[in-house]
């Protein structure tokens, strides 16, 4: 099963990440928040995502790049699950939030908690 995380998928461009920040709402499974808003997007693809890690909680480059390269995979393998029944588009932004450095599967499963909050939540809005 392919579960590409291409180019045109990736959040990027300051504008589009201040609205995210200042329009969006937010759901949260320790150690993950993500921050999501409605959004009509370019490229004809469902979601676009961004990940982020803080230096104030990691002062090496090589942890928080270790830490978004584990967001990104669990994204990437978890996103067909959840996210193929959604018509409508979204911007995403997946922050990590907690202290000490996780392990893929503690992303993996928090990652999936996520996912679920925001079904959840669509689909009551949506109801």
Do not use: W
């Amino acid at each position: 099963m392919k579960a590409p995380y291409s180019h045109k998928e990736k959040l990027k461009g300051k504008k589009r990440i201040d609205q995210l920040f200042t329009e969006g709402q937010s759901v949260s499974a320790y150690p993950l928040r993500m921050v999501y808003l409605e959004t009509e997007l370019d490229d004809n693809v469902i979601a676009k995502t961004g990940v982020s890690v803080s230096k104030r909680h990691f002062k090496k480059a090589v942890d928080r790049n270790r830490i978004k390269r584990l967001l990104r995979e669990a994204y990437r393998l978890n996103k067909t699950a959840y996210f193929n029944n959604i018509t409508t588009q979204y911007a995403f932004m997946i922050l990590y939030i907690g202290n000490d450095k996780p392990t893929y599967v503690e992303v993996e499963q928090s990652m999936n908690k996520l996912f679920k909050k925001f079904v959840e939540m669509e689909s009551k809005k949506n109801s």
